[in-house]
């Protein structure tokens, strides 16, 4: 069992800049890939980026280029840092863990993010 727990979320203005926290605890040694998504209200849950055990990352496009995905090297702690933010990245973000291969596992509570002026 693994628990996700998320911090860090706000009101941010656009243009502005924000960084999630996962703090990760329980049976770490399954996790292999560490993950963000998000759900605006209405829509369905939008993955955001990957980072795999080597350190690989992958975004989502409407992303890329302005979200940095992160990792310590003991899996304990994810991060998310959000650049140049967007009315449009309005939602509950929420961090989750995995094996390399298959669907993720676990899932946090989620942190609410609010881009407005």
């Known amino acids: 069992q693994v628990t996700l727990v998320e911090t860090g979320g706000g009101l941010v203005q656009p243009g502005g800049s924000l960084r999630l926290a996962c703090a990760a605890s329980?049976?770490?040694?399954?996790?292999?890939?560490m993950g963000w998504s998000r759900q605006a209200a209405g829509k369905q849950r939008e993955w955001l980026a990957t980072?795999?055990?080597?350190?690989?990352?992958t975004y989502a496009d409407s992303v890329k280029d302005r979200f940095i995905i992160d990792r310590d090297s003991t899996k304990t702690m994810l991060w998310l840092r959000m650049n140049n933010v967007k009315p449009e990245d309005t939602g509950v973000y929420y961090c989750?863990?995995?094996?390399?291969?298959?669907?993720?596992?676990?899932w946090g509570q989620g942190t609410q993010v609010t881009v407005s002026s």
């Open positions: 329980g049976s770490i040694f399954h996790i292999s890939k």
């Open positions: 980072i795999s055990e080597g350190y690989g990352r």
């Open positions: 989750h863990v995995g094996p390399d291969v298959g669907t993720w596992s676990y």
